[in-house]
């Protein structure tokens, strides 16, 4: 059941790094990010059960600072809204990349 | 053929990996932010139930109440705040064939809650539940020995994401900008 945890946590990472490389939307990119560390941590879970309990500490630390980083993301993307008056990331391009 | 446990839980995994693949597939794929959040869940949904399979029921009660229940929250609340979903895809309740596919939803999830209540407690599948205490006490074992100065430094992390969200998302009202704060050029 590792082997097959590993892949499906291979497969949501994959799809999660598609849809940041896709989608132009900043909250969709940010949900993106959030589903790959989602497969990261289905690996650490899955790999704990070889190695020890650590695997799962990991997780949580990973959920806590998913969820600081997701409130200061969030933030900053209504700032930005506020500012562009848009959530396209091809609108943002203050320093005109 | 025989049914064994480990076969049992095999295939409960297979199911919900590829129901999370699916919906992972489908949350990319959504022009609508609101409806890919939704599918977001429920991929948090599933992979709370693998968590479970693995044998760490409480990472996949964590899944649920912070990923599921508390960061997916907030996205859709900004995605509302920001009244992104506007023009596309939105759900309109008054077609028929959305109606009648939330009533049998409902009437299904009914049916399935009142069969699991009266069901005696022998017949459901035996919960680890008298050992209930091993299944947290090693995490918090390791959580608050081996790794406690990460713990600790993660509640700074936490109260400096708190205060920078506040500030990063607090409307300036023009009497309390000052000179301190510059402006921004003008894009």
């Known amino acids: 059941m590792i082997g097959a945890s590993l892949f ?5 990472f994959a799809i999660g790094v598609g849809g940041v490389l896709v989608r132009r939307n900043a909250i969709m990119l940010f949900m993106c990010v959030e589903l790959m560390l989602n497969a990261v941590n289905l690996s650490f879970v899955a790999l704990s059960r ?9 997780v949580i630390f990973v959920m806590t600072v ?11 993307i209504i700032s930005a809204f506020r500012h562009f008056k848009s959530a396209d990331l091809a609108d943002i391009r203050l320093l005109g990349g | ?23 992972a597939l489908l949350f990319v794929t959504r022009r609508s932010p609101v409806a890919a959040a939704l599918w977001l869940v429920n991929t948090m949904f599933c992979l709370a139930a693998l968590y479970v399979l693995l044998e760490a029921p409480f990472v996949g009660a964590v899944q649920v109440l912070v990923y599921a229940g508390a960061i997916m929250v907030v996205f859709l609340f900004v995605v509302m705040l920001l009244n992104l979903g506007r023009d596309d895809a939105r759900l309109d309740l008054r077609e028929p064939g959305v109606r009648g596919a939330a009533l049998l ?3 299904l999830l009914a049916v399935e809650l009142v069969v699991a209540s009266r069901t005696p407690a022998e017949a459901t599948a035996p ?10 006490a090693p995490v918090a074992r390791a959580l608050f020995t081996e790794h406690l100065v990460a713990f600790e430094v993660t509640s700074v992390l936490l109260l400096a994401a708190i205060v920078g969200a506040v500030a990063l998302a607090r409307r300036e009202s023009p009497a309390s900008r000052g000179p301190a704060v510059p402006e921004g050029p003008a894009a």
């Open chain 1, 8 to 12: 499906v946590s291979a497969v949501l």
């Open chain 1, 50 to 58: 070889l190695h020890g309990v650590t695997g799962q500490v990991v």
């Open chain 1, 66 to 76: 998913a969820a600081a980083e997701a409130a200061v993301g969030l933030a900053i």
């Open chain 2, 1 to 23: 053929m025989t049914w064994t446990a480990a076969g049992v839980q095999l295939a409960h995994f297979w199911i919900f990996g590829a129901i999370a693949i699916a919906s």
């Open chain 2, 105 to 107: 939803v409902g009437l």
């Open chain 2, 127 to 136: 919960l680890p539940a008298a050992e209930g205490t091993n299944v947290v």
